[in-house]
């Protein structure tokens, strides 16, 4: 598999627009920036301006402006503008930095009704009809649309004043849960499982187009039997359980308890159980990638959730194997190339 090397630096753009999408500029000139994604949770973005220019007047307005980064002139992230920080010193440039939330992080701001439930509804329809219900309110509509939802699971699910950002984050956290995501349109997406399979396409190695790299194996909370903890209904508290012989057999009885106390259905705890049992039966390996700048594959190749093929060879290393895309960070230098750190791992 060649490794092939690009030549151009890409060129980027931050255009900023109002919650009606209307376009209100673009920053003339801007300073470190960097952009993120995780998979099934929110991204960030922060750069920085010069404190005088005309764009700190006219471009900033916190949860009022959106932001738009451009490569090479397609969308490459986008969200909301959160929070602005400057120090000022005399006879200093001074900067001010703006960070920006991923369009799905708005959510976290959002509480479902004082009551609800639902019996038997796909997992995906019943986040979807939590943020149909809150875009509904007054003022409420923050322009999510949704992707075409493909049948995956069937759950009973009760909200109190849930949080609606957490119930997505939650439904991820079971076994069978979802994958979630927002796009840079605000299309909420809901599947089985985020990204492609790119092994065959793009390789990571080391001392190709890797220059550092940190391996990290944990098995600090070793768990093979979980016991799930519910509601209770002021006498009886219902708990769960789940445990995988096997791991049980191998490295002798770990336990640990998880707490669900929003939760009254036993098939959800064990699902709860079941899925940090999943996580934390063997050991779970964290590969962190700091890629050469200037090398394949681009940022525009890969996205999160995709696999990729890593290899290196070092010592009690030798890995060549198929990795996902747990999250990235890109980097802009001083001259446009971009410094991209991935975290790999293996579900």
């Known amino acids: 598999m060649p490794i092939q090397e690009y030549k151009m630096i890409p060129i980027y753009q931050i255009l900023v627009k109002n919650k009606s999408g209307v376009s209100i500029g673009e920053f003339s000139s801007f300073f470190n920036l960097k952009y993120s994604d995780v998979h099934n949770y929110y991204g960030v973005a922060t750069f920085s301006i010069p404190i005088d220019s005309p764009d700190a007047e006219t471009l900033i307005s916190l949860r009022q402006y959106d932001v738009y980064i451009i490569r090479d002139g397609v969308v490459r992230w986008a969200g909301e503008q959160v929070n602005t920080d400057v120090t000022i010193e005399a006879n200093s440039p001074n900067l001010v930095t703006i960070t920006c939330y991923s369009f799905i992080e708005q959510l976290n701001g959002r509480l479902t009704l004082p009551y609800v439930r639902y019996d038997a509804t796909d997992q995906a329809e019943i986040l979807k009809a939590l943020v ?45 849960g979802l994958d979630i995501w927002c796009d840079t349109n605000r299309q909420i997406h809901y599947a089985s499982a985020r990204g492609e399979d790119k092994s065959d396409s793009y390789m990571l190695e080391l001392g190709v187009n890797i220059h550092k ?14 016991f799930a903890v519910g509601s209770s209904d002021g006498q009886d508290q219902i708990i769960e ?23 009254s259905e036993s098939d959800t705890l064990i699902d709860k159980a079941q899925d940090l049992v999943n996580r934390n039966k063997q050991l779970v390996r964290t590969i962190s990638v700091d890629q050469l700048p200037n090398t394949s594959p681009t940022i525009a190749d890969v996205d999160v959730g995709d696999y990729i093929r890593f290899k290196m060879q070092k010592g009690r290393y030798d890995i060549d194997l198929s990795y996902r895309i747990f999250g990235y960070e890109c980097s802009i230098g001083a001259v446009g190339e971009e410094y991209v750190h991935y975290v790999l791992g293996i579900l």
Do not use: C, W
């Open 213 to 226: 790299l940190t391996v990290n194996d944990n098995f600090s909370s070793p768990a093979n039997t979980v």
């Open 132 to 176: 149909v219900e809150s875009q509904a309110r007054t003022n409420g509509n923050f322009g999510y649309t949704f992707a075409p939802i493909i049948a995956t699971k069937q759950r009973d699910r009760e909200y109190k004043l849930s949080n609606i950002f957490e119930a997505h984050v939650n439904m991820t956290n079971v076994i069978n």
């Open 241 to 263: 359980s789940y445990v995988n012989a096997a791991a049980r057999s191998t490295y002798l009885l770990r336990e640990q308890t998880l707490s669900a106390i929003d939760v």
